[in-house]
């Protein structure tokens, strides 16, 4: 069986004081307590403004041995560069995160493009072929991206199409292109207010123990109101072995 890591999109919430964080833990250490409850993050402050290397090195001392840090690519990248002429924007991001470049605490880089991007292959190709190493995966949001020609292209490179859920974009397919594979849960539609229901959560782990025969997984909770992403996580986490 292959490893499974289960985290939530970001950890520096306010509204998880008292839920999640112990009252009078200072936000500086709320890295270091959700890392007791989990062994991977998804950061998501990346996508909105560069990060800073002083931070991302504290990133690395507030956690254990074996964490990993996944990071949202920038959307000035995805958003408005659309994916074209990456070079020197790719450069920038990867300067802001260099004390995890190189170090094993660094996972895949999220590529999530916006609604309103359509298919384009060879713009995508393009991005492909100057993508730095190690592993990155691509969560497109408008249906025209869910073809064989498009998951052919990323496995050419070993790039992972995510697997977005969410009751608005059922069309997201569940492809595996690499041998890892990327999970998004963005809002359960079966519990309340966007909080997945122990059926939906089930129906889950059901198929990552069946994938994970032949890829290794990542998954990271979205829902991060009221706390649902870490009771959602961990309930997953807690019955999927190690």
């Known amino acids: ?91 920038r991001f990867y300067e802001a995160i260099a004390p995890l470049v190189g170090t094993p605490k660094l996972g895949p880089i999220l590529w999530q493009l916006p609604e309103s991007f359509r298919r384009d292959d060879t713009r995508l190709a393009d991005a492909l072929e100057r993508l730095p190493g190690g592993r990155h995966c691509f969560e497109f949001r408008h249906e025209s991206w869910f073809q ?38 963005h809002w359960g539609a079966r519990g309340r207010r966007g909080n997945y229901s122990e059926a939906e959560l089930d129906e889950w782990r059901a198929r990552i123990e069946d994938w994970r025969s032949s890829v290794e997984v990542y998954a990271y909770f979205n829902n991060d109101w009221e706390g649902f992403a870490v009771k959602n996580g961990m309930w997953l986490k807690e019955r999927l072995a190690p």
């Open 1 to 91: 069986m292959k490893p499974v890591r289960v985290g939530c999109s970001g950890w520096n919430y306010k509204d998880w004081r008292g839920l999640v964080y112990p009252e009078g833990l200072p936000p500086s250490r709320w890295l270091e307590h959700y890392a007791t409850l989990f062994d991977t993050v998804e950061v998501n402050s990346t996508f909105y403004r560069l990060a800073r290397p002083e931070a991302v090195a504290r990133w690395l001392k507030q956690t254990p041995e074996g964490f990993v840090f996944t990071l949202k690519a920038s959307r000035y990248l995805t958003h408005i560069k659309r994916l074209a002429g990456l070079d020197q924007g790719m450069a």
């Open 148 to 185: 064989p020609a498009v998951y052919e292209l990323l496995r050419r490179h070993g790039a992972a199409l995510v697997i977005g859920d969410h009751p608005q974009r059922r069309f997201q397919a569940y492809e595996m292109t690499a041998d890892w594979t990327f999970i998004r849960f």
